[in-house]
């Protein structure tokens, strides 16, 4: 008997996801070795993961055009890793998607 993996969890969309992730950090006591763990089984948070120490301290600072700007990139760049691209197609979940 396992735990079964959540294969649909998304990276953090805007400020308020983040506040939610942000919370669940700094109030569950994670540490940033084990934010790795999450990077491992969901490589598509790897570029939240990656840059936490940014994102906490735009947030932290309460620079919220900053932080959601760089959210949205991060977004990209996770996408990226999540779909793999094929001509005008993606692929997710057994499905093939048009771009």
């Known amino acids: ?10 990276i953090p969309k805007d400020n308020r996801d983040f506040r ?3 919370d669940m950090v700094e109030y ?19 570029p939240v993961v990656d840059n936490w120490k940014e994102l906490s301290l735009l947030f ?4 919220d055009k900053r932080l959601y700007i760089r959210i949205r990139q991060l ?10 691209v094929k001509g005008g197609l993606y692929y997710e ?7």
């Open 1 to 10: 008997m396992g735990v079964k993996r959540k294969k649909d969890l998304d």
């Open 20 to 22: 939610r992730c942000y």
């Open 28 to 46: 569950g006591h994670v540490t940033l070795d084990e934010l790795q763990v999450v990077k491992k089984q969901y490589p598509w948070f790897a």
């Open 60 to 63: 932290e600072e309460e620079l």
């Open 75 to 84: 977004c990209k760049e996770s996408d990226a890793i999540r779909y793999e």
């Open 93 to 99: 979940r057994g499905f093939w998607y048009n771009v």
